[in-house]
């Protein structure tokens, strides 16, 4: 069950507080992966399983997108503006978002954090920052699939013209090909789903995290999980590897 309390102190801001026992081992963990591997759907299999809420830098900047502008913070304000104008949000920005809620990474629950960090400057600044925690990550999660792969799931999403539902032509296909069983409204391939857009995605995300990856393999931290399979699949092979390397 996911943590409400310390879901909306992550994303809103506030006391971070929670009424729900905390696990006996809290556990704080990064994920990485790419676009299309399933990385949200681990997520929601290791919270449920260990405690740890996952926490979603991503989550964050689309909730300040809807909050009053009164309600935000300095950081939160400069990456309003940023993303207003079509800019990525500055490292410095986005650490100073995570600071603000250093109450959800040490609120005894354990964390998965998702999205943060992104660059290896962010890593150093999210190492001394659990530093003053006094909290040791216990690995990063780097679910790996082959890029055609990825490139078939993300490219057979179809989502419909009215209720915006998504469907998948193999995975979850409707039930009349192109129509949306929920509205019957008309499917359509959005234009970042389609091949060409998904390897440019998929390319860029190499490039960004190829450095990142290192970073935390040197620090004998990096998990490196394959995603082949189903969700299910996955969430197996990923308990067996955190009981051989953590004895959970």
């Known amino acids: 069950m996911a943590n409400e309390a310390i879901l909306n102190a992550w994303l809103y801001g506030g006391e971070c507080k929670s009424n729900l026992p905390k696990p006996a081992r809290p556990l704080h963990f990064v994920l990485l992966g790419a676009p299309g591997v ?6 929601e299999f290791l919270s449920k399983k260990y405690g740890a809420v996952q926490l979603s830098t991503g ?4 909730a300040i997108k809807n909050m009053p502008a009164e309600t935000l913070s300095p950081a939160m304000k400069e990456a309003m503006e940023a993303m207003k104008a079509g800019k990525l949000v500055s490292d410095d920005t986005v650490i100073s978002i995570v600071k603000e809620r250093r109450g959800c990474l040490a609120s005894g629950y354990g964390f998965l954090l998702d999205g943060f960090p992104r660059t290896v400057y962010q890593a ?8 003053e925690l006094n909290i040791k990550l216990d690995g990063v999660l780097n679910y790996a699939l082959d890029t055609e792969e990825v490139v078939k799931r993300l490219s057979g999403r179809r989502t419909c013209k009215q209720c915006k539902t998504t469907f998948h032509v193999i995975f979850n296909p409707p039930k009349v090909e192109g129509v949306c ?12 789903d389609r091949p060409e857009a998904i390897r440019v995605r998929l390319q860029t995300y190499e490039e960004s995290t190829a450095p990142l990856a290192k ?4 620090e004998g931290l990096l998990i490196t999980i394959s995603a082949e399979g189903s969700p299910e699949e996955v ?3 990923t308990e067996k590897i955190l009981k051989e390397r953590l004895g959970i």
Request: glycine letters at 14%.
């Open 38 to 43: 399933g990385k949200g759907t681990q997520a």
């Open 59 to 62: 989550d964050v900047f689309r």
């Open 124 to 131: 150093e600044a999210l190492k001394t920052l659990l530093g």
């Open 181 to 192: 069983d929920k509205c019957g409204g008309e499917l359509f391939q959005r234009e970042d």
């Open 215 to 218: 970073y935390y393999e040197k």
């Open 235 to 237: 969430f197996n092979r």
